[in-house]
């Protein structure tokens, strides 16, 4: 925290602050004096004060790329570990910093490719779909992806995302997230290229035609086990047909665990009539308002790591399990 003599207010201060030398000098004294001071300090605790700064403010982490190469080292997949690209300008530098990190005598250079590194990776820009294409083949490891662009037009002219075929449905599934958002899927959604090991599906609908084209979704995504539709009111039209939506979507998908249904606009009348017809639905099926867009919902979830978009919607269908679990044994009791 820093004191402003003038106005007598202290405003937060972050290490990113600093100039890079001012910062090379701190963190360098920092660790000589532990060092000095215990030898029980390893490098493996040096590590972890590096890694707890880095964590704690993005500056910060590309701050301390800039102290050493062993700071560099530890920092940088921390700092490339969550992507946004907002621009084409942002798609085509992070192409070059991912093809520059497989150079060799680059200074750039890492023991791990930094394409590795990336688990969160979210792609609003619109272009240049090539460009697109090469960043997502690249980061292969990436658990939740997002994309704003355009699907249709990407699929048009032969593009592809990372792909991956279900012979046999595994026991354990490594969780893979799709966050088709914005204009990415506001034609249709070319399920072809969701690759088959995808396990949560997040989709922003705009019209009865994408929604309906959801029941088609089995023949591409065989172990998907979540689901989030992020839609106006208005589709949703009556009780029944939505009731009789749902109901076909888990005939089709049996391994589906949680519906979330996420309505953007604020009707109250349309929340207090489905509280009222709560029945009609599946116990897996859960309605909620939407907190802010699409976009930032998911920056506060991979950015901030606010937790799983599904998170509240499992514990709610995990309450209504038991719930229906209990009340069945009170009826077999009573028989």
């Known amino acids: 925290m820093?004191?402003?003599s003038?106005?007598?207010?202290?405003?937060?201060?972050?290490?990113?602050?600093?100039?890079?030398?001012?910062?090379?000098?701190?963190?360098?004294?920092?660790?000589?004096?532990i060092y000095t001071l215990s030898n029980r300090f390893t490098s493996y605790n040096h590590r972890e004060i590096l890694e707890f700064a880095a964590f704690?403010?993005?500056?910060?982490?590309?701050?301390?790329?800039?102290?050493?190469?062993?700071?560099?080292?530890?920092?940088?997949?921390?700092?490339?570990s969550t992507v946004v690209l907002r621009t084409a300008s942002d798609v085509k530098s992070f192409l070059h910093a991912l093809t520059s990190s497989y150079t060799p005598n680059s200074p750039l250079m890492h023991p791990t490719p930094l394409s590795q590194n990336?688990?969160?990776?979210?792609?609003?820009?619109?272009?240049?779909?090539?460009?697109?294409?090469k960043i997502i083949m690249c980061c292969s490891n990436v658990q939740s992806l997002a994309c704003g662009f355009s699907l249709t037009s990407y699929a048009s002219?032969?593009?592809?995302?990372?792909t991956a075929i279900i012979v046999e449905v595994p026991s354990q599934t490594q969780i893979r997230e799709r966050h088709l958002l914005g204009l990415s899927c506001r034609d249709s959604i070319p399920f072809s290229l969701l690759s088959q090991d995808t396990t949560h599906l997040h989709?922003?609908?705009?019209?009865?035609?994408?929604?309906?084209?959801?029941?088609?979704?089995?023949?591409?995504?065989?172990?998907?086990?979540?689901?989030?539709l992020r839609i106006p009111s208005t589709l949703l039209a009556t009780r029944h047909s939505a009731s009789l939506f749902f109901k076909s979507l888990q005939e089709?998908?049996?391994?589906?665990?949680?519906?979330?249904?996420?309505?953007?606009?604020r009707s109250e009348a349309f929340f207090d009539e489905w509280d009222v017809a709560r029945s009609m639905l599946d116990a897996k099926v859960v309605i909620e308002r939407a907190s802010g867009s699409a976009i930032?919902?998911?920056?506060?979830?991979?950015?901030?790591?606010?937790?799983?978009l599904w998170a509240s919607a499992d514990a709610e269908v995990e309450r209504r399990m038991r719930s229906d679990g209990a009340r069945r044994e009170r009826s077999l009791i009573m028989t």
Not at 56 to 79: G, N, Q
Not at 157 to 162: E, H
Request: with cysteine; hydrophobic share 50%.
């Open 157 to 162: 002219i032969r593009l592809k995302l990372t």
């Open 203 to 228: 989709v922003q609908i705009s019209s009865l035609q994408v929604l309906l084209s959801l029941l088609q979704m089995h023949k591409q995504l065989p172990i998907l086990s979540h689901l989030a």
């Open 6 to 33: 003038e106005n007598n207010a202290i405003t937060p201060f972050q290490v990113a602050d600093l100039p890079v030398e001012l910062i090379r000098s701190v963190f360098s004294g920092l660790l000589f004096m």
């Open 296 to 308: 930032s919902q998911w920056e506060n979830q991979s950015v901030i790591g606010k937790g799983s």
């Open 252 to 265: 089709y998908n049996g391994n589906l665990r949680t519906i979330l249904v996420l309505i953007i606009d």
């Open 56 to 80: 704690s403010c993005s500056k910060t982490a590309l701050a301390l790329t800039f102290v050493s190469s062993t700071f560099r080292r530890w920092t940088l997949p921390i700092l490339y």
């Open 2 to 4: 820093v004191k402003d």
């Open 118 to 133: 990336v688990k969160h990776l979210a792609i609003f820009a619109l272009g240049p779909l090539q460009f697109i294409e």
